[in-house]
Every structure is written in C-alpha cells, then in structure tokens.
C-alpha cells in the first residue's frame, strides 16, 4: 500500500496532535514529579501544602472558602484543585507564621498573592477590583 494524497496528510497530521500531547502531558507530569521530590529537609514541596493546611484546617470557614473559590475562578477548571491547594498551603503558611488565631480577608489576599507567580497578579487585582476590595496595602506583596 502506497502512502500518497489525503490519506498521508492524515497520518502526518496525527503523528504530529499526538506528539504534542504527549510532550505536553510529560511536562505537567515532570512537573509534578519535580514538586514531590524531597528537599534538604526531607519533605517535598506537596508535603510542606498539606503540613500548612492541615496545621491550619480548624481557621477555614464556609466564608474563606467561598472567597477562596471566587478568587480562583479565572484558573481552567483543570489546574483549580491543583492551584486552590497550593494557594490555601501559602495562607496556612502565613497564618502559621503570624500565630494567627483567625483567618481574616488580609490573610487570604497575601496567602494568594504570594502563592501566584507575577504574570497572575493582574487577574487577581482584576477580581479585588470587581468585589470592592482596596489592593493599596497589598503593593508591597506584589513586588515581592
């Protein structure tokens, strides 16, 4: 059988969707692999998250969570467990760091803007801005 016409540009087309998704699916996994490995102090970056929030679990409240879920809206459906986990393991942190005794509107605001890479941070003054939230005493975390 002799490859030529429609039926080759077919083949090609898929050899070439198919490793693109392969090499997109090995990077997040690498990644992810990457997160789980342990560091100097023997526990990984995924175990310091789940340290932080379980530390901090009792501080959550039906209004923290639904702030939470709000500001993680513009995250894809698929990456937002991921992103939320992440995000509430920065506030867990910062909470444990400040010996906070209740999780208040600040400490969400700081816990995500430092959990974020820069490139986020118009989306998240975006979304302050849409639920009346002042980012003036927040700058300073933003150019951290």
Not at 89 to 102: F, N, P, T
Not at 111 to 117: E, K
């Given at each position: 059988?002799?490859?030529?016409?429609?039926?080759?540009?077919?083949?090609?087309?898929?050899?070439?969707?198919?490793?693109?998704?392969f090499?997109?699916?090995?990077?997040?996994?690498?990644?992810?692999?990457?997160?789980?490995?342990?560091?100097?102090?023997?526990?990984?970056?995924?175990?310091?998250?789940?340290?932080?929030?379980?530390?901090?679990?009792?501080?959550?409240?039906?209004?923290?969570?639904?702030?939470?879920?709000?500001?993680?809206?513009?995250?894809?459906?698929?990456?937002?467990?991921?992103?939320?986990?992440?995000?509430?393991?920065?506030?867990?942190?910062?909470?444990?760091?400040?010996?906070?005794?209740?999780?208040?509107?600040?400490h969400?605001?700081?816990?995500?803007?430092?959990?974020?890479?820069?490139?986020d941070?118009?989306?998240?003054?975006?979304?302050?801005?849409?639920?009346?939230?002042?980012?003036?005493?927040?700058?300073?975390?933003?150019?951290?």
């Open positions: 059988m002799e490859l030529n016409g429609w039926f080759l540009v077919f083949i090609l087309f898929w050899v070439v969707v198919l490793v693109g998704l090499a997109i699916g090995g990077y997040f996994m690498f990644r992810k692999f990457l997160k789980s490995m342990p560091k100097e102090d023997g526990l990984s970056d995924l175990n310091w998250e789940e340290y932080y929030v379980d530390k901090t679990i009792h501080l959550w409240g039906d209004d923290e969570k639904a702030m939470l879920n709000e500001l993680v809206q513009p995250v894809p459906d698929l990456f937002r467990p991921v992103a939320k986990q992440k995000i509430a393991g920065r506030i867990g942190q910062v909470l444990l760091e400040e010996k906070a005794k209740k999780m208040k509107i600040e969400i605001i700081r816990g995500y803007i430092l959990a974020t890479p820069k490139r941070h118009k989306f998240l003054r975006k979304k302050l801005a849409e639920m009346k939230i002042d980012v003036s005493p927040y700058e300073q975390y933003f150019e951290q």
